[in-house]
């Protein structure tokens, strides 16, 4: 198990970049999958993106792919994503969560999940 902590929410106007970190408590974090979700108001938990313990193997939903960018960096425990190309659409409570079993395209089965850092693009 990993405690998880998000930051580098805000409030960004269309078109802006912002940049979310992940870090991790648990001394085993480069064993997990890690991913990114976010949940708009009103709708359900969503995918965004996930990279793999090693080799840096990455995934995305299509609505953010070409537009963020995840990475992540096991010495410092951390994993980020990097937002560009902000839409009003965009906005959401983002979460990262982690997995032990599965690969970056399996978006189901994560155990572990921060509290969330909420982003909002104006238009």
């Known amino acids: 198990q990993v405690q998880l902590v998000e930051s580098g929410g805000g409030l960004v106007q269309a078109g802006g970049s912002l940049k979310l970190s992940c870090a991790s408590s648990?001394?085993?974090?480069?064993?997990?999958?890690m991913g990114w979700f976010r949940q708009a108001p009103g709708k359900e938990r969503e995918f965004v993106a996930a990279i793999s313990q090693n080799f840096g193997i990455t995934y995305y939903a299509d609505s953010v792919k070409g537009r963020f960018t995840i990475s992540r960096d096991n010495a410092k425990n951390t994993v980020y994503l990097q937002m560009d190309s902000l839409k009003p659409e965009d906005t959401a409570v983002y979460y990262c969560a982690a997995r032990s079993t599965g690969g970056v395209a399996t978006t189901t089965g994560y155990t572990d999940w921060g509290q969330g850092t909420q982003v909002t693009v104006s238009s």
């Open positions: 648990g001394r085993t974090f480069s064993s997990y999958t």
